[in-house]
């Protein structure tokens, strides 16, 4: 019998929220989708932090030149855009318990981030945060990979080529995917469940779940792991 071989498959986002690496890690292969659509005001180049005035978005700005635009292909258009975001977290977190700890080996991230293109960023910060997480899972993108089309048809195809027997895909995928095209090719599909994470040690009021990360590792440290699932340290 092959060994058993989990495969993710998600569009690359900028610094993204805990449960995007408790997808990660729950993976034997986390797979860069940046092959399919651009979206605007999505995940792919924004995400939120914690202030003292409440939530505030850090974007990237970048081109879209016509709806049909891939993720791949879709560029950066402000090179201070690091400068800022960098200015943005280290006023707001400067007062975490761990951001001292963790201020050198971000500030250097952010000042050295003068990439093209969205995609480079977002794989840059994805896989120093892993590191820092300790996610050792094989990282790769679809663009190694022969796409084929059908919309989840191409999912199976990829995962079929990467020798996965599982696919894990987070609950919106429950809307669109056609699980008996993974059944037919004895592919199991597991959903992550995003609900009932426990709080942390948190800045600026009332708790908040959906921001970056990088305010559970500033706020947590090295006790980051205990707030995720895909851990076996996970708080209950």
């Excluded at 058993?4 to 890690?25: E, M, T």
């Excluded at 191409?154 to 599982?166: D, E, N």
């Excluded at 009332?206 to 995720?228: K, T």
């Amino acid at each position: 019998m092959a060994p058993k071989k989990k495969v993710a498959i998600l569009q690359s986002n900028y610094i993204p929220w805990k449960g995007y690496f408790d997808l990660i890690n729950m993976a034997d292969e986390f797979i860069f989708y940046d092959e399919v659509q651009f979206t605007k005001n999505d995940w792919r180049n924004r995400n939120k932090i914690k202030t003292h005035t409440g939530i505030q978005w850090l974007t990237i700005p970048v081109r879209q030149e016509s709806l049909s635009q891939k993720i791949k292909d879709t560029q950066i258009t402000d090179i201070y855009w690091n400068k800022k975001h960098w200015n943005a977290i280290s006023i707001n977190y400067s007062k975490a318990k761990y951001f001292k700890e963790y201020k050198d080996i971000f500030e250097e991230l952010y000042r050295k981030s003068d990439e093209k293109y969205l995609c480079e960023v977002n794989y840059k910060f994805i896989k120093l945060i892993c590191n820092i997480l300790g996610i050792n899972t094989q990282i790769n993108w679809s663009s190694n990979y022969q796409l084929i089309e059908g919309k989840t048809e191409r999912l199976v195809s990829i995962c079929k080529q990467a020798g996965a027997s599982h696919y894990v895909a987070g609950p919106s995928s429950k809307n669109y995917l056609d699980e008996r095209l993974f059944k037919h090719e004895e592919i199991s599909i597991e959903y992550i469940d995003y609900t009932n994470y426990p709080e942390y040690n948190q800045l600026h009021g009332q708790f908040v779940h959906e921001v970056s990360v990088i305010d559970l590792i500033l706020n947590e440290g090295p006790n980051a792991p205990r707030f995720m699932k895909s851990f076996n340290v996970f708080v209950r």
